[in-house]
């Protein structure tokens, strides 16, 4: 079983900037692409940014400039710096392991982590 654990999210300004982790544990031989989706309160969810692990990387055309994915292979860990940040990037902020190929062969789709609580303030 693999498991998610998200952290960095918090309230803060508009204009203001945070960083969310997300690390993955388990027995994890290897994951393709890990990435962030945010949900806004009325909305569905959407995904912000992914990574493959060759360093690919892919953005919502509303965080383009503002928002950096990175990603630690070697930790299964991944990172989104977001500066700028705009009221409306306010959300519940969900990390994702997308093809999750475990030690013992077995190979799951996707995982999600709880969710991380942004706020910006304007």
């Known amino acids: 079983q693999v498991q998610l654990v998200e952290s960095g999210g918090g309230l803060v300004q508009a204009g203001g900037s945070l960083r969310l982790s997300c690390a993955a544990s388990?027995?994890?031989?290897?994951?393709?692409?890990m990435g962030w989706y945010r949900q806004a309160p009325g909305k569905q969810r959407e995904m912000v940014a992914a990574?493959?692990?060759?360093?690919?990387?892919n953005y919502a055309d509303s965080v383009k400039g503002r928002f950096t994915i990175s990603r630690d292979n070697a930790k299964n860990t991944v990172y989104l710096q977001m500066n700028s940040l705009k009221p409306e990037d306010t959300a519940v902020y969900y990390c994702?392991?997308?093809?999750?190929?475990?030690?013992?062969?077995?190979?799951?789709?996707?995982?999600w982590g709880q969710g991380t609580q942004v706020t910006v303030s304007s």
């Open positions: 990574i493959t692990s060759g360093g690919s990387t």
């Open positions: 388990g027995s994890i031989f290897s994951i393709n692409a």
């Open positions: 994702n392991a997308g093809g999750v190929l475990a030690r013992s062969g077995i190979w799951t789709k996707d995982y």
